[in-house]
């Protein structure tokens, strides 16, 4: 294996290279010598002039080869330096069993010696006013250029203080400018910033040239300046560059050197170019052109520019296709000979050309031969057979041209308008036109390419000839395109729209034949008189966009009319373009659809409430879509009372058929409840139960208003709907049948109703697709099917649905709602809770009938309390006092569903229990389905209380947990709209104090309560127990006291039906 200690270091290098690095060898120049193991590599510092890096590859020493490299000046012009051979020479010298591989790689020392070299060599700035800096001497700079035909623009430059020395490297030179440090230029004058500066405008320039080479430097591999001395004097000056950068040494006073002269100073021209042509009459009467002669005439072709007699000329882009034929020229005189016979093109063609760059002086006996007028083409049509026959013709003035054979010999030279012409012939060929020595003709196969040439063809050659038609060619157009109307009428019978289409001047049955052609993409439609009407105009396009817009197809027309279901009412109005006439039945409905603030639907006497201003809009709409038996989507926000606005409606829909409300089970009894308050003469009948519970029911409520069950019972009981219908199906929280394929949403989709609304603050969830399975419940017919509803644009999908959802923010109606909302949702007890609930709940009955009936209230009033307590725990979730439950709770699962269905709707919410172990069951609920909470409980330390608060309130997390008594007193989380109380307290002031921790000065949104109760429990009575003595509880408790200690012996016995 080769040693490197064998090499022959003089042999690699120039001798004058080899004996530099030798001195520098001896003068121990070399430092910071490091082999790294891994890599193979030998890396080195060598103080020179500055602290060079080198580096040498070892890695395919055995194949004879050695990689090195070294950041100076040298190394980058030569590809090999001084540096470098001393660093081999120490290496070879070296005795290897004495030098020791460090703990770190080379890589590692050697990135610290770069850093430390970088930043040595970084100019530093003396800031010590105290230090005199010398007076700094204004360097000249001149700067010449090199010219040669077609070659590239290069600069040079010479720099100095009275005497200018040529810049021998300018990449060097510039990049010691840039990094402010010294460079030298000759044995006797170096550039040094400390003591030279340079003019503002000599600044600019060379901080321009430096860019342009660290750029060239950056898209080529190897380093821009390598090969002979010449090259690196020169700064190749990209194109890009050029025009901007001449104009700057033209003014600090730019040399040209071309092949024969030397221009000292040069000057641009942007407007004349120094070209002179003249066209003459030869002794043999034909006509010559010559072009004087321009010296020293140098065309850069990519940098679009000339230079002659030191002056730049920029061209513009319309004048370097002509330049580029006249450079062959360059230099000499030329004459062109013409013939008569060319004569009329020449001076059509080529005099236009070379007027874009110079002067063309016309001799006198010419220019009264040549004439100048507009060109006034003719073609004539006929058709022959199954042939379109023309024959064209152009016109100057009095004399007439064939296109075709072309012109005689004349004494008239005309310029021909060659442009116009060569568009002309460019259609006549797009029109597939043929000509046959005598006579252009179009063989016409069929009535699609007649059809073509008459409505696309000849409008685009009228705008270029004078076209002449014979009456059987135009018989076959429609000069004057019919007026068209369209009727819509409403068929209070049918609940359908009778759309007719009126087209002037055509009967019905031809009008049925337009429209199917139209339905069918077809491009014209030949009339009985046989001309070919276009359906691609604008009139027909709009018709076409209508009827693809309502999916009609050719089977629904009939006699140029179709019905459509009126819930498309709105469509047909949006969508037609043409002229319209619409009954009054039909203005009626759009105005009820589009304005439902507008109806007067009376409310029903029997609603015992008073509707706000957005509720009473929300019941005219529900009446409006009523009244044509349409149906729709009801998405106000959370808390703006869609229950009550839907139970108004049904007060005022009673007939035979009952009304079906289906709604989560944790909100069944909810609905009863509120019926019960705001519409008490109403019947109403809660399916709920076991299987055969629920059987009885149904024999029981054959006479009932209102029907309400659970969507997983319905799915059940699907089998007993089957012969029963109902006035309306109202679905609260409609996203339960988001999913079309669902077994609920088909069961749903069984029952058979007059009308269908929709209740759903989140209509849209994940997907549109949601949106279109809960229309096909409750207005099925309005979408198409799902893959062409996935194909629908949102505005036409919004088109399709606006007039069947309402939906109110509560931002929207601010100044019609109070600061808080209070609402109570009510759910029922599973069937574990329940059989828990009425065992205690009878024992607590016998005990507390027994203690007070034998030793009085007081003194068993806590071992009542506590029993008290039981139930209410019960209610909650059994759990908290019953290790092994393992049952579910009707609560628990109502509170997921208003927890989901709230931050559905962006709300952010505060959740109160006082039990400590409901929280704790309720935290794994949110950890399960990945919802992110805070909570506060009793023991949590003051300082993270407020932490905590203020990440809550700064958007983090949208659901906070709070223990009732921990969140009592000193927190402010405005940053909350949506207060839970999930367990009832018996003093209602302290819920009340829980409650402002949301609802106080800072809030901006209004705040909804809601109060989670079970139904038929101790929680009901307790609610109804603070009702009645919350007037009275500011009179009977003093500061201190609660609620408990001001309950009596009459209370306990109503809490326990006693």
């Given at each position: 294996?080769?040693?490197i200690?064998?090499?022959?270091?003089?042999?690699?290098?120039?001798?004058?290279?080899?004996?530099?690095g030798?001195?520098?060898?001896?003068?121990?120049?070399?430092?910071?010598?490091?082999?790294d193991?891994?890599?193979?590599?030998?890396?080195?510092?060598?103080?020179g002039?500055e602290?060079?890096?080198?580096e040498?590859?070892?890695?395919?020493?055995?194949k004879g080869t050695i990689?090195?490299?070294?950041d100076?000046?040298?190394?980058?012009?030569?590809?090999?330096?001084?540096?470098?051979a001393?660093?081999?020479?120490?290496?070879?010298?070296?005795?290897n069993?004495?030098?020791?591989?460090?703990?770190?790689?080379?890589?590692?020392?050697?990135?610290?010696?770069?850093f430390?070299?970088?930043?040595?060599?970084?100019?530093q700035?003396?800031?010590?006013?105290e230090?005199?800096?010398?007076?700094q001497?204004?360097?000249?700079?001149?700067?010449?250029c090199?010219?040669?035909f077609?070659?590239q623009?290069?600069?040079e430059?010479?720099?100095g203080?009275?005497?200018?020395?040529v810049?021998?490297?300018?990449?060097?030179?510039?990049?010691?400018?840039?990094?402010?440090?010294e460079?030298p230029?000759?044995?006797?004058?170096?550039?040094?910033p400390?003591?030279?500066?340079?003019?503002?405008?000599?600044?600019?320039?060379?901080?321009?040239?430096?860019?342009?080479?660290?750029n060239e430097?950056i898209?080529?591999?190897n380093?821009?300046?390598?090969?002979?001395?010449a090259?690196?004097?020169?700064?190749?000056?990209?194109?890009?560059?050029?025009?901007?950068?001449?104009?700057?040494?033209?003014?600090?006073?730019l040399?040209?050197?071309?092949?024969?002269?030397?221009?000292?100073?040069?000057?641009?021209?942007?407007?004349?170019?120094?070209?002179?042509?003249?066209?003459?009459?030869?002794?043999?009467?034909?006509?010559?052109?010559?072009?004087?002669?321009?010296?020293d005439?140098?065309?850069?072709?990519?940098?679009?520019?000339?230079?002659?007699e030191?002056?730049f000329?920029?061209?513009?882009?319309?004048?370097?296709?002509?330049?580029?034929q006249?450079?062959?020229?360059?230099?000499?005189?030329?004459?062109l000979?013409?013939a008569?016979?060319?004569?009329?093109?020449?001076?059509?063609?080529?005099?236009?050309?070379?007027?874009k760059?110079?002067?063309?002086a016309?001799?006198?006996?010419?220019?009264k031969d040549?004439?100048?007028?507009p060109l006034?083409?003719?073609?004539?049509l006929?058709?022959k057979?199954?042939?379109?026959v023309?024959?064209?013709?152009y016109?100057?003035?009095?004399?007439?041209?064939?296109?075709?054979?072309?012109?005689?010999?004349n004494?008239v030279?005309i310029?021909?308008?060659?442009?116009k012409?060569?568009q002309?012939?460019r259609?006549?060929?797009?029109?597939?036109?043929?000509?046959?020595g005598?006579?252009?003709?179009?063989?016409?196969e069929?009535?699609?390419?007649m059809y073509d040439?008459i409505?696309?063809?000849?409008?685009?050659?009228?705008?270029?000839?004078?076209?002449?038609?014979?009456?059987?060619?135009r018989?076959?157009?429609?000069?004057?395109?019919?007026?068209?109307?369209?009727?819509?009428?409403?068929?209070?019978?049918?609940?359908?729209?009778?759309?007719?289409f009126?087209?002037?001047?055509?009967?019905?049955?031809?009008?049925?034949?337009?429209?199917?052609?139209?339905?069918?993409?077809?491009?014209y439609?030949?009339?009985?008189?046989?001309?070919?009407?276009?359906?691609?105009?604008?009139?027909?396009?709009?018709?076409?966009?209508?009827?693809?817009?309502?999916?009609?197809?050719?089977?629904?027309?009939?006699?140029?009319?179709?019905?459509?279901?009126?819930?498309?009412?709105?469509?047909?109005?949006?969508l037609?373009?043409?002229?319209?006439?619409?009954?009054l039945?039909?203005?009626?409905?759009l105005?009820?659809l589009?304005?439902?603030?507008?109806?007067?639907?009376?409310?029903?006497d029997?609603?015992?409430?008073?509707?706000?201003?957005?509720?009473?809009?929300?019941?005219?709409w529900?009446?409006?879509?009523?009244?044509?038996?349409?149906?729709?989507?009801?998405?106000?926000?959370m808390?703006?009372?869609?229950t009550?606005?839907?139970?108004?409606?049904?007060?005022?829909?009673?007939?035979?058929?009952?009304?079906?409300?289906?709604?989560?089970?944790?909100?069944?009894y909810?609905?009863k409840?509120?019926?019960?308050?705001?519409?008490?003469?109403?019947?109403?009948?809660?399916?709920?139960?076991?299987p055969q519970e629920?059987?009885?029911?149904?024999?029981?409520?054959k006479?009932?208003?209102?029907?309400i069950?659970?969507?997983?019972?319905l799915?059940?009981?699907?089998?007993?709907?089957?012969?029963?219908?109902?006035?309306?199906?109202?679905l609260?929280?409609?996203?339960?049948?988001?999913?079309?394929?669902?077994k609920?949403?088909?069961?749903?989709?069984?029952?058979?109703?007059?009308?269908?609304?929709?209740?759903?603050?989140?209509?849209?969830?994940?997907?549109?697709?949601?949106?279109?399975?809960?229309?096909?419940?409750?207005?099925?017919?309005?979408?198409?099917?799902?893959?062409?509803?996935k194909?629908?644009?949102?505005?036409?999908?919004?088109?399709?649905?606006?007039?069947f959802?309402?939906?109110?923010?509560?931002?929207?109606?601010?100044?019609?709602?109070?600061d808080?909302?209070?609402?109570v949702?009510?759910?029922e007890?599973?069937?574990?809770?329940?059989?828990l609930?009425?065992?205690y709940?009878?024992?607590?009955?016998?005990?507390?009938?027994?203690?007070?009936?034998?030793?009085?209230?007081?003194?068993?009033?806590?071992?009542i309390?506590?029993?008290?307590?039981?139930l209410?725990q019960?209610?909650?979730?059994?759990?908290?006092?019953?290790?092994?439950?393992?049952g579910?709770?009707?609560?628990?699962?109502?509170?997921?569903?208003?927890?989901k269905?709230?931050?559905?709707?962006?709300?952010?919410?505060?959740?109160f229990?006082?039990?400590t172990?409901?929280?704790?069951?309720?935290?794994?609920?949110?950890?399960?389905?990945g919802?992110?909470?805070?909570?506060?409980?009793?023991?949590?330390?003051?300082?993270?209380?407020?932490?905590?608060?203020?990440?809550?309130n700064?958007?983090?997390?949208?659901?906070?947990?709070?223990?009732?008594?921990?969140g009592?007193?000193?927190?402010?989380?405005?940053?909350?709209?949506?207060?839970?109380?999930y367990?009832l307290?018996?003093?209602?002031?302290?819920?009340?104090?829980?409650?402002?921790?949301a609802?106080?000065?800072?809030?901006?949104?209004?705040?909804?309560?809601?109060?989670?109760?079970?139904?038929?429990?101790?929680?009901?009575?307790?609610?109804e127990?603070q009702q009645?003595?919350?007037?009275?509880?500011d009179q009977?408790?003093?500061?201190?006291?609660?609620?408990?200690?001001s309950?009596?012996?009459d209370?306990?016995?109503?809490?326990?039906?006693?």
């Open positions: 294996m080769k040693s200690r064998n090499i022959n270091v003089e042999k690699l290098f120039p001798s004058v290279i080899y004996k530099r030798l001195d520098y060898y001896l003068q121990d120049k070399v430092s910071d010598l490091l082999y193991i891994n890599y193979q590599v030998w890396t080195a510092i060598v103080h002039s602290n060079y890096f080198v040498i590859n070892m890695k395919d020493f055995s990689d090195t490299y070294c100076c000046p040298a190394f980058d012009a030569f590809g090999s330096c001084k540096h470098i001393a660093v081999l020479i120490h290496i070879v010298n070296k005795d069993e004495k030098f020791q591989v460090p703990k770190y790689s080379s890589y590692d020392y050697n990135m610290t010696r770069k430390m070299n970088a930043l040595h060599n970084i100019p700035n003396n800031n010590d006013k230090t005199a800096l010398p007076k001497t204004m360097l000249k700079v001149e700067y010449s090199k010219l040669a077609n070659s623009l290069e600069i430059l010479k720099v203080e009275k005497r200018c020395f810049v021998k490297n300018a990449g060097e030179f510039l990049q010691h400018v840039s990094q402010a440090s460079y230029m000759t044995k006797k004058f170096s550039y040094n400390d003591i030279h500066t340079f003019s503002d405008v000599d600044r600019q320039i060379l901080e321009t040239l430096s860019a342009i080479i660290k430097r898209y080529h591999t380093p821009f300046f390598r090969g002979d001395q090259s690196k004097r020169s700064i190749i000056i990209p194109p890009l560059e050029a025009k901007a950068l001449l104009e700057k040494l033209v003014a600090q006073s040399t040209v050197e071309t092949k024969d002269l030397t221009y000292p100073s040069v000057s641009i021209n942007r407007d004349s170019l120094p070209f002179q042509f003249s066209l003459t009459a030869s002794e043999q009467e034909d006509l010559q052109l010559e072009m004087e002669k321009v010296n005439f140098i065309y850069l072709d990519a940098y679009e520019l000339l230079f002659s030191g002056i000329y920029f061209l513009q882009s319309h004048q370097v296709p002509v330049i580029e006249i450079s062959h020229f360059r230099n000499e005189g030329f004459h000979p013409i008569k016979k060319q004569a009329d093109e020449f001076v059509s063609t080529v005099i236009p050309s070379l007027k760059i110079g002067e063309v016309i001799d006198d006996k010419v220019a040549i004439i100048q007028v006034q083409a003719k073609l004539y006929e058709v057979a199954a042939w379109v023309g024959r064209l013709e016109h100057y003035g009095k004399e007439q041209i064939d296109p075709f054979s072309g012109r005689e010999e004494e030279i310029i021909r308008d060659v442009e012409e060569q002309i012939m259609l006549i060929e797009h029109a597939d036109f043929h000509y046959n005598k006579e252009l003709y179009i063989d016409m069929n009535e699609e390419e040439f409505y696309y063809m000849l409008p685009k050659l009228k705008e270029y000839v004078e076209l002449y038609l014979t009456s059987e060619i018989n076959l157009i429609v000069e004057q395109e019919p007026m068209t109307s369209t009727s819509v009428k409403l068929e209070n019978a049918s609940n359908l729209l009778d759309i007719g009126d087209i002037e001047g055509i009967n019905d049955t031809e009008v049925n034949q337009i429209l199917e052609a139209v339905i069918e993409k077809k491009r439609y030949r009339l009985d008189n046989g001309a070919l009407l276009s359906l691609e105009s604008d009139t027909f396009s709009s018709v076409r966009r209508f009827l693809d817009g309502m999916d009609i197809e050719v089977n629904d027309l009939d006699e140029g009319k179709v019905k459509v279901p009126v819930y498309q009412g709105t469509q047909v109005d949006e037609l373009e043409t002229s319209k006439r619409y009954d039945s039909f203005r009626k409905l105005h009820q589009k304005s439902p603030e507008e109806q007067v639907y009376p409310l029903p029997t609603l015992e409430a008073s509707l706000r201003n957005y509720q009473q809009i929300g019941y005219q529900f009446k409006s879509l009523s009244h044509y038996h349409l149906g729709g989507i009801l998405a106000d926000d808390g703006l009372g869609k009550l606005q839907s139970i108004a409606y049904i007060a005022s829909e009673l007939c035979e058929d009952p009304h079906l409300i289906v709604a989560p089970s944790s909100v069944v909810n609905w409840k509120e019926f019960e308050k705001f519409t008490p003469t109403l019947k109403v009948a809660v399916l709920t139960g076991s629920r059987r009885r029911k149904f024999s029981d409520s006479n009932m208003d209102v029907w069950t659970s969507y997983a019972t799915r059940q009981d699907i089998a007993l709907y089957e012969e029963l219908s109902f006035q309306t199906l109202i609260d929280e409609a996203q339960y049948i988001k999913n079309y394929a669902t609920t949403s088909k069961a749903i989709r069984q029952i058979k109703a007059g009308r269908r609304f929709a209740l759903s603050g989140t209509p849209i969830e994940n997907s549109i697709d949601e949106l279109w399975a809960i229309f096909q419940v409750i207005l099925p017919g309005l979408m198409p099917n799902h893959q062409t509803f194909q629908l644009s949102y505005e036409k999908i919004a088109m399709m649905t606006r007039p959802i309402l939906r109110r923010l509560k931002r929207d109606v601010l100044n019609e709602l109070p808080k909302i209070e609402t949702h009510t759910s007890l599973t069937k574990e809770q329940k059989d609930y009425v065992g709940h009878r024992q607590l009955q016998e005990e507390a009938a027994q203690s007070m009936n034998e030793n009085g209230f007081q003194k068993n009033r806590m071992k309390l506590a029993g008290l307590t039981r209410r019960i209610c909650c979730h059994p759990s908290l006092f019953l290790e092994n439950y393992q579910e709770s009707g609560k628990l699962e109502q509170l997921m569903d208003t927890i269905n709230a931050l559905g709707n962006g709300k952010r919410m505060l959740i229990s006082q039990f172990s409901m929280h704790e069951i309720l935290i794994k609920k949110l950890d399960h389905e919802i992110g909470y805070f909570y506060l409980h009793g023991q949590t330390p003051s300082h993270e209380r407020v932490e905590i608060s203020e990440r809550f700064n958007g983090e997390n949208n659901v906070f947990l709070i223990s009732l008594k921990a009592g007193t000193g927190l402010n989380l405005t940053g909350a709209d949506t207060v839970i109380l367990d307290w018996w003093n209602p002031a302290v819920e009340d104090q829980a409650t402002g921790r609802h106080r000065f800072g809030q901006k949104n209004v705040v909804q309560v809601i109060r989670l109760i079970t139904e038929g429990t101790i929680e009901e009575k307790i609610y127990l009645k003595k919350r007037e009275l509880i009977v408790i003093q500061p201190g006291e609660t609620m408990i200690s309950l009596s012996e209370d306990v016995r109503e809490l326990l039906n006693i």
